[in-house]
Each structure stands twice: as structure tokens, then as C-alpha cells.
């Protein structure tokens, strides 16, 4: 599920996750009735493409220790 913010990450993860879901790593998550959702924010497929590979790298790094995405962590990957 593409998401334009922090905030609509943040409404979908918790909406759901709430009744029973179950969060998972990078993003992915099962509702309630176990149904796969990942919720992604758009920023991350620029920072992951980058022509530098070394912030590819970090990013992608930095996504595999998260469950639910948050972009300010992704961004600061990047500038690291």
C-alpha cells in the first residue's frame, strides 16, 4: 500500500494492526483476518534507486531492522 507521508503510514499500520493484526518486518504486516498488507511510504523507492550505492545500502540496511517504516529513519540513513 503506497503511502504520501509519515501520517498515512502511520493511519494504515495502526488501522491495520489494530483487532488482532500482526506486525512483520519491512513494512509488512497481517490484518486480522490474515491478509498481507506492506506499507510502504513513497520516499522509499527514490532512496533505495539512488545511482549511490552506498546509500542505497544504508537504506536498505536501516529497512531490514524496521517493522513498521519510518521515514525520517530512512532519510537519515541516506544523509549518513
Do not use: N
Amino acid at each position: 500500500m503506497p503511502c504520501q507521508d509519515q501520517a498515512e503510514v502511520d493511519h494504515y499500520w495502526t488501522a491495520l494492526t489494530d483487532d488482532g493484526g500482526e506486525e512483520s518486518m519491512c513494512g509488512w504486516l497481517k490484518d486480522k483476518f490474515g491478509v498481507s498488507w506492506q506499507v510502504v511510504p513513497a520516499q522509499l523507492e527514490e532512496l533505495i534507486s539512488t545511482l549511490d550505492s552506498a546509500q542505497a545500502e544504508r537504506v536498505s540496511r536501516a529497512l531490514f531492522q524496521m517493522k513498521k517504516i519510518v521515514i525520517a529513519d530512512l532519510e537519515a540513513a541516506a544523509a549518513a
